[in-house]
């Protein structure tokens, strides 16, 4: 059985060759290819390594590259900066032991953080790790919904996003790049820790069940948090973009704040202080006593 980062490892090399054609690193294509990126011999010869050594990383086997090979890997996959990282990182840990007993305990949110959620007075929620709704501010709630009407378990932004029956929110703008982004982080997630029974579920669950997942996933996008804008299709008040933002909390690997925010004076963020009133409004008439009969 080989080493679980190994074959992470051998996983993400191969995303990324694929992900590069022959005119991209100035070599002619030559005669019919039956692969639409580069040839494994091809890579071999950019960063100076056997096909033979370099065949063996990508399927995993019992390899221990050096910092040295790394970086040329590094530079012939033309790699970013956090993909650099990745890749070291996976390499790293490919070569220590199997841990057998990794610490996988749970997650859990300060009552500090929790006060910082209340005081905001724009959406934001805590993710965990593996993309798991920890916490949320009651901004966050008018714009989701409630998270009760969800079970603990399927309380995860990448079950929710790909779940069958929100597929209305697959007509927003961004709705791909959004889901790229949420498994570009679950990605640096399993490069922590490949085997965690939380990771191995969600992911093989959207597996399964979802085509979008299975191709996006196979993309081995990387990134440790991300920001971008999203249109929320809000009935009471119509669409709001708001853009978002991902802040790292304590831990390793931590959890992260997920913050949604509106330009001062613009029409969104009249539309989202609208919701928010709309939000207090009803909280405040089911909380209100019976009129006596």
Known sequence: MSHPYAQELGDFLRARRNRLHPHDVGLEPGGRRKVSGLRREELALLAGLST???QRMEQGREVRPSDDVLDALAGALGLDDEERRHLFGLAHAARRPVPTHPDRGPEHVPESTRRLLRLMDTPA???????DLLAWNPMAQALFGDPADHAPDRLNMLLLLFDHTLTRERTCPGWEQQALDYIAMMRSAVGSDPTHPRATAIVGELSIRSDDFRRLWARHDVRESVSGTKTFRVPEVGDIALDWDTYPLPGNPGPVMLVFTA??????????????????TRTSRRSAPAAPG
């Open 52 to 54: 033979d050594y370099y």
């Open 125 to 131: 929620l805590v993710l965990g790790r593996h993309l």
């Open 263 to 280: 330009e001062p004076g613009s029409a969104d963020a009249d539309r989202l202080q609208l919701l928010a009133t709309l939000k207090v």
